[in-house]
């Protein structure tokens, strides 16, 4: 068993809330900001101390918007970790908007060697619907900026956004794609109350239907294949090499820490969250003082977990690593469960993978492992 861990800080500080999303975040505040690194600092500290052997070897910061953080509070984290813990990190990133974007250099000097870029959409109608704060121009010149100091430049899209068309999508693929190595196009999944679909159900914005989402889908996969990025999880694609080390370790199940309120954690099989509630978090509620919200898995749990997330992934999971993990025999034992999805699945060289063309109907295929 490794004790690589990978850590995630999350930075719960927003200048204005998106109309779409339902991320825990508040308003940044330079007094708040200060205690909540504190507080930061005490829970990793505490955690360590649980877990003297681990090796940090990812970091990834994410929001929120990490990158209205001061600067001295992130160093101040930052030094923390590397007093606090065996570090040896393999990559380090960190979100940033395109309109809090002017301390890339900072980043770099911190360490930071992956870069991640909130584009969404590179046109100003939808941009505004969606509640963003930037424009087309600041999300290009932010790009160009990350190419120039980093070699690894991620951007984020959005699928299914209001006034979104395949033309659109190709338009903001084709800016976006002289400029990165990694793209993440993620389809819009709108939760109760949010300002998008409360206004959605009073018809005053219409969203694009699943149909037309698909296949903005299917022309940005399309488009990025042509360009030499391989899909290597649903939403994910990457140049070669390119992959994101963090995000694979929430894939493949493997140890992270996360930091902050609303934060999960996984952690020798067992799951944790901390209570999305930055006030409660201030006064320890938190993993560090063992006071997260705990899951732990069945056997039955953990293995429907292993395949939910496996078959997110284009090369799904090993028969042999299934077997040897969950002492089963795979095709054996779930025998009925493969029979209805077939056309869904492919169960060649000793793997479980979604064919190609049925990315999109992973959870479907999932669940019949449930």
Known sequence: MTNNKGLYLHIPFCA?????????????????????????????SLVM?????ALIDTLYIG????????????????????KNAYVDLKEFSIEVNPCSSSRLADYKSLGVNRVSIGVQSLDDK????????????QALD???????LFQNVSADIMLGLPGQDIGGIKETLGGVIPHVKHISMYMLKLS???????????????????????????AGYSLMHHHGYERYEISNFAQPGYSCMHNLKYWNREDYIGLGPAAHSFIDGVRYDNP????????GKHLGNQLANIARLTPGDALFEYIMLKLRLEEGFAVEEINGLFHIDFFKDY??????????VDLSDGRVRMKKDKMLLESLAARSFL
């Not at 009925?336 to 869904?344: D, F, G, N, R, V």
């Open 63 to 82: 929001g929120g918007t990490p990158s209205i953080l001061p600067i001295n509070l992130l160093e101040r984290v930052i030094e923390h970790m590397y």
């Open 192 to 218: 109760d109350g949010v300002p998008m679909a409360e206004s959605a159900a009073r018809h005053e914005i219409a969203l694009p239907d699943d149909d037309l989402t698909a296949d903005m889908y299917d």
């Open 142 to 148: 932010a790009l160009e900026r990350a190419e120039n």
């Open 276 to 283: 999305a509630d930055i006030k409660e978090y201030l006064k």
């Open 126 to 137: 939808v941009l505004r619907i969606a509640g963003r704060l930037h424009n087309r121009a």
């Open 335 to 344: 025998q009925k469960q493969l029979q209805p999805i077939q056309a869904l």
């Open 49 to 53: 101390d649980r877990n003297p052997a």
């Open 16 to 44: 204005k809330k998106c109309a779409y999303c339902d991320f825990y975040s508040v308003a940044i505040d330079t007094d708040l900001a200060e205690l909540y690194i504190n507080e930061v600092c005490k829970e990793f």
